[in-house]
């Protein structure tokens, strides 16, 4: 549920083009709409509905981020001023019957019920600036595009990762063509898609411009892996084919003033194509509960201890999996 609530906040707030100040709103109204659509663990039947036994009124729904035109009191403006003003629908007020809306003028959150929303010009400006972007994708492949961009001397998966196979990704496709048309129910997939800035494949992190940041990461990925003999080469059994697996990055921002940005990569294993039975009976990762750290920190309120917390790197590698 953490992932989907922060999945579709991601979604709301691009499609919105909010800045990222924003993303409690977003959260909330992700959260608004989870428990207001059916959901297969209930037999296809609404949380809300569930919960309080009440059925749900769908007609107040509105597009997040969309424009509105709030009424201003009477009290609050003179004769020659407007009636109302344009602001930004952040959501609802939990607790009060009314929307929730950003003054981009004043700088403040405003809750009004008169409100009259302009989502269709929303949609028509968001549908306008898809077709923008997609008119200055070129047909060639992303590949293509890339290689003409960055010299073919700096081969760095060669001079770095030599030694490491498992390193070294599958060949990519070179046909991979632009999509001619995207529909708005598309959008926001494709918003997401151009605006990520880490690499989502090996051949991209080595030819972005933090390659050296993404080499180190995998050199050290790569040796923590070896450290820890987490694989060994066996004769693959007639008949069964193997698991494949790729890189994943992540570029973490510095928690202090003096740290750095960190860069992280990860070798995976493409646990989906497992089958359960065959390639697996259970996997788990072997990480402490939640209710243990809990559990120490009240000890430690409750007798005055001092604690000191520490970061372990790959700490998942150090347990005994079978598969």
């Not at 809750?111 to 929303?122: C, G, H, K, N, W």
């Not at 949609?123 to 010299?151: D, F, Y």
């Not at 060994?232 to 750095?260: D, F, H, S, T």
């Not at 497992?274 to 990762?285: L, M, N, R």
Request: charged content about 30%; overall charge neutral; some cysteine.
């Amino acid at each position: 549920m953490n992932r989907s609530l922060t999945e579709r906040a991601r979604c709301l707030r691009l499609n919105a083009g909010l800045p990222k100040r924003f993303w409690a709103e977003a959260v909330s109204m992700a959260c608004y709409l989870i428990n207001r659509s059916p959901r297969a663990s209930l037999g296809g039947k609404v949380p809300e509905e569930v919960w309080t036994g009440n059925a749900i009124d769908f007609s107040h729904l509105r597009i997040f981020g969309c424009p509105a035109y709030v009424h201003v009191p009477s009290d609050e403006r003179s004769k020659l001023d407007a009636k109302s003003k344009k602001c930004i629908f952040l959501g609802y007020k939990k607790g009060v019957k009314g929307y929730k809306f950003w003054d981009p003028v004043d700088k403040k959150v405003v809750i009004s019920r008169d409100a009259v929303f302009d989502e269709q010009s929303m949609l028509q400006q968001n549908q306008e600036k898809v077709q923008m972007e997609l008119e200055h994708i070129p047909a060639t492949a992303t590949l293509e595009r890339i290689e003409s961009c960055n010299p073919a001397s700096n081969d760095y998966s060669t001079v770095h990762l030599q030694d490491y196979n498992l390193a070294r990704d599958r060949e990519r496709r070179t046909n991979v063509k632009a999509p001619t048309r995207l529909g708005f129910e598309d959008m926001v997939s494709f918003a997401l898609n151009i605006t990520s800035e880490d690499p989502t494949s090996f051949q991209g992190a080595i030819t972005s411009q933090d390659r050296e940041n993404w080499m180190g990461a995998m050199v050290e990925e790569m040796e923590s892996l070896q450290k820890n003999q987490t694989w060994e080469l066996a004769r693959l059994p007639e008949g069964m084919k193997a698991i494949g697996c790729k890189w994943v990055y992540k570029r973490k921002p510095a928690v202090l003033e003096k740290e750095g940005e960190k860069f992280k990569a990860r070798l995976v294993a493409k646990g989906f194509s497992q089958k359960k039975g065959i390639d697996y009976d259970e996997i788990f990762s072997p990480v402490i509960r939640h209710t243990s750290i809990m559990a120490v920190l009240a000890l430690v309120a409750t007798w005055d201890l001092h604690l000191e917390q520490m970061d372990v790197k790959t700490a998942f590698l150090h347990g005994d999996l079978e598969e």
